[in-house]
């Protein structure tokens, strides 16, 4: 697919981010076909020399998009800057209060002289008594109780990715979104931008929200996922022949049913303590041991293939490494083609989404440092008429 073909093509987005929550916004904007030209320092974003865990950082979350590099110490970059903000849609950024007024691009500054702006800030905490205080995903994921869920109060366990910065970003594009869809409907005179806020804690917040609503509902503690009570009788992982672990959910009674009838538990069917799904769910110490002896004597292929045929949820337990061979991933356009900042190819899974039949982001590259940067000078001079009458006129 085209990028002109994209929904965002037209829109340009400036974006000052480093880490996850920022650039995955700046990310996806990229892929739905906006112009993202993320603005670096001399010594580069410094997740771009990140190792370990943090690896995938800068390749992964600015696939897509334009390097310029600009010193704020030197007046004519300064001046580009400003021209580049004049000449957006959009404004990413995600320091921690205060710390972009020291460089004249401060909120009010910004309103100020690019009324027209959309700025999105991706912040530890929306305002209020935390705002001024700095966050990562782990310290947000123990706040919120999200890791005490995960785990357990006596040892919480954070979730095994960079969750509530991804979602962040995804925050940060859903309210870009609405804000160009506002200023697409507004009147000429009022096409004025917005100032959005992301919360990273807040994002946490949103994700263990069913938890706290159940005890505000019931009063009840909720119980973490490895203490939790289940609401069907089979819902676990089994062992099978040969070592290989399975999850098992048996969620509907259609498929209690044909779960007994298919693999010899005609005894459950007949028994009248186990009419209901409570009296499943009560009665778990039995029905359990009994399932996983039967499961135990299975070759896992064989059945998952039988679980596909009842249309019963079932999963092998799987490392990330281990999708590059899943063939639901390897179908065509579920595995994209993108090239780092050394011309080097990876493959990444696509954006989420099927645009009209098509999947997102094949051919994408990284941005080498700066590379980007004459080309936009020189188009920011060869522009023909006023920023704001150009974002006017791409909004119409």
């Not at 190792?51 to 590099?69: C, D, E, Q, Y």
């Not at 027209?116 to 935390?130: D, M, N, Q, R, T």
């Not at 929200?209 to 819902?235: C, D, K, L």
């Not at 799904?277 to 896992?300: C, F, H, M, Q, Y």
Request: with cysteine; aromatic share 8%.
């Amino acid at each position: 697919m085209s990028t002109q073909e994209l929904p965002l093509s037209g829109v340009r987005v400036v974006e000052m981010t480093h880490m996850v929550m920022g650039p995955t916004c700046g990310m996806i904007l990229a892929q739905l076909g906006a112009e993202v030209i993320k603005v670096e320092p001399p010594s580069g974003d410094k997740t771009r020399d990140l190792g370990g865990m943090g690896t995938a950082f800068f390749p992964l979350f600015n696939r897509g998009k334009r390097s310029v590099l600009l010193d704020f110490t030197k007046p004519d970059d300064r001046a580009t800057m400003d021209r580049l903000l004049a000449s957006a849609d959009v404004f990413l950024e995600n320091f921690r209060d205060g710390q972009l007024e020291k460089q004249g691009l401060g909120a009010d500054e910004l309103r100020r002289r690019h009324p027209h702006l959309i700025v999105c800030g991706h912040k530890g905490f929306l305002s209020g008594p935390y705002e001024h205080r700095p966050a990562l995903d782990e310290v947000v994921q123990m706040m919120s109780g999200l890791a005490a869920m995960t785990g357990t109060q006596e040892k919480p366990q954070r979730v095994g990715s960079s969750a509530n910065d991804i979602m962040g970003g995804m925050f940060g594009v859903i309210s870009i979104l609405a804000a160009l869809y506002q200023k697409r409907g507004a009147k000429a005179a009022d096409k004025t931008g917005a100032d959005i806020r992301i919360g990273l804690f807040e994002n946490c917040l949103f994700l263990v929200a069913q938890h706290m609503v159940e005890f505000e509902m019931t009063g009840n503690r909720p119980r973490s996922m490895p203490e939790r009570e289940h609401a069907w009788p089979i819902y676990d992982i089994f062992e099978t022949q040969g070592g290989e672990r399975i999850f098992i959910g048996v969620v509907t009674e259609g498929h209690w049913q044909s779960f007994c009838r298919e693999f010899g538990m005609q005894e459950f069917l007949d028994d009248p303590g186990l009419r209901t799904t409570t009296d499943r769910i009560l009665a778990r110490s039995k029905i359990l041991p009994r399932v996983a002896e039967i499961i135990r004597g299975w070759n896992a292929a064989e059945l998952s293939a039988v679980l596909d045929r009842l249309n019963i949820c079932f999963s092998p337990i799987n490392r990330p490494e281990d999708l590059f061979d899943d063939p639901h991933v390897l179908r065509p356009g579920g595995l994209v083609n993108n090239f780092d900042a050394n011309g080097a190819p990876f493959r990444v899974p696509a954006l989420p989404i099927e645009w009209n039949g098509a999947n997102i982001g094949e051919g994408l590259k990284v941005p080498v440092l700066g590379a980007d940067t004459e080309a936009v000078r020189a188009e920011l001079k060869a522009e023909e008429f006023p920023a704001t009458a150009k974002t006017a006129a791409r909004l119409a």
